[in-house]
């Protein structure tokens, strides 16, 4: 039976799940989020959320988390659903062969990057460049003395044979070549706080998939901040290519935030929208955000970019998602990953099925009966837009200028009701949908 990877445990606490390091308890937010029995999705629960055949009731799933999130020991195999890995309506026997299939297109990809680059799939990251700007290689002397010590066969494969006779490399594998060390650099800062990440296994795991999946989103590449959104996937999902195939995932939803111009980055769109909502449901406050010269709502870039991973505790920025995620949910938008190639998707399972109403998250409901079809506008932005509320009275009185909004809301941090702040998003949602229905 695949609906759990986990035993069903007792509503136990949620922070021996994600231990901190000694040295770092005092400085880490406080945790807020507590399994609740009769609120939380639990183990039981969700195991008898699935039919004999393995089809999921959904809806019943969505209104569990809705209330109180999910608990710690089957977080990773429900994101898998929330995230649209898996269409609730297939069978366990479907799932299955879908899961194989994935983990053996994922091995394909992570050789041909072993390949280009031998760290992959060695247990280390890189940290230094391994390639000039014009792709010439840099002798790295931890990977020299990898090899010297590799009793197995020597023969390089044509990518290193270029590397070998300083012949140019092709300018995609080189593109990709440039942002290993820096992959590297932000996975040994990332979520650094927990005991987890003091094995370098667990490190290496984050890099591998961060430097795979790089390789097969070559238009937005690697950028800072993705490892922050990876982390909690690698760890709550032990078998590495079922947590690459749910990271992408994510990135389906996420990846334009990271879409950069000579102009322009992506997340500046949401802000743009996040400025219309503002002033369509506090023109006030609006008005006084732009006369500090803050219209564009720059002050919010990291709370959109890495989901209020700094706002948040670890343990409350995972409750907060899988909030959002459940209200957002809409299976009909999802479409199976079915191809060989990341380039060559194919409509699966998922889009052939349709879904009621009910079977989507309460956000996404709002969105279907007012007829919104272009989805520009995530439940993030309206937590952000929350977030802006809450703190409104301070931000009329006390910013007098925009280094002063900066710190009014710094201090969210560890300070925020993930379910109040999601519930107080909704409402502002439903009002915004109000006054777009009225203009």
């Known amino acids: 039976m695949d609906c759990c990877g986990a035993n069903a445990v007792d509503m136990g606490e949620p922070d ?7 040295e770092y308890r005092d400085d880490v937010p406080k945790i807020r989020f ?5 609120k939380t999705l639990s183990a039981r629960r969700w195991h008898a959320s699935f039919s004999e055949e393995g089809y999921v009731d959904i809806a019943k799933v969505l209104r569990r988390i809705q209330c109180g999130g999910v608990h710690p020991t089957i977080k990773g195999v429900v994101w898998e659903f929330l995230l649209g890995c898996y269409d609730p309506k297939s069978t366990f026997q479907e799932r299955t062969n879908l899961r194989e299939h994935r983990r ?24 230094t460049p391994v390639v000039t700007d014009d792709g010439q290689p840099i002798e790295d002397p931890a990977s020299a003395s990898l090899q010297e010590n590799k009793p197995f066969d020597t023969a390089h494969s044509p990518i290193e044979e270029k590397q070998i006779n300083n012949a140019p490399l092709h300018k995609e594998v080189t593109q990709w ?8 650099l ?48 690698s760890i709550l999902i032990e078998h590495e290519a079922d947590a690459f195939w749910c990271f992408e995932r994510l990135m389906r939803r996420l990846r334009g935030n990271f879409k950069s111009t000579t102009t322009s980055i992506g997340v500046r769109s949401q802000l743009s929208v996040l400025s219309s909502i503002i002033k369509a449901v506090d023109p006030k406050l ?37 909030l959002m995620w459940s209200m957002e949910y809409n299976p009909n938008l999802f479409s199976m990953y079915d191809s060989d190639t990341y380039a060559n998707r194919r409509k699966g399972a998922i889009g052939d099925k ?31 837009a929350s977030v802006l509320e809450a703190k409104n009275k301070r931000l009329l009185k006390e910013a007098k200028g925009l280094d002063d909004v900066v710190k009014i809301l710094n201090d969210i941090t560890g300070n925020l009701d993930a379910k109040k702040a999601c519930d107080k998003a909704l409402k502002i949602h439903e009002k915004y949908l109000n006054k777009a229905k009225v203009s």
């Open 186 to 233: 932000d996975v040994v800062r990332t979520d650094r706080t927990l005991v987890y990440y003091e094995n370098q296994k667990n490190q290496a795991k984050l890099w591998d998939i961060l430097a795979v999946y790089s390789w097969i989103d070559r238009d937005i590449g690697y950028c800072q901040g993705m490892s922050d959104l990876c982390s909690p996937i």
């Open 104 to 127: 053996s297109e994922y091995e394909k990809l992570k050789f041909k990057c072993q390949e280009m680059e031998k760290a992959v799939g060695s247990g280390r990251i890189i940290t």
């Open 354 to 384: 349709k879904y009621m109403p009910e079977e989507c998250g309460k956000f996404e409901r709002k969105n279907v009966k007012a007829g919104q079809k272009d989805h520009q506008a995530p439940l993030s932005i309206f937590l952000v």
């Open 16 to 22: 021996s799940f994600y231990e901190i390091r000694a």
């Open 34 to 38: 507590k399994p609740r029995p009769g």
């Open 177 to 184: 070549k440039l942002t290993l060390h820096q992959i590297g």
């Open 286 to 322: 609006h008005e006084h955000i732009e006369n500090l010269d803050g219209g564009e709502y720059l002050f919010a870039f990291r709370m959109l970019m890495v989901l209020f991973r700094r706002e948040f505790s670890f343990v409350d920025s995972l409750y907060l998602w899988e």
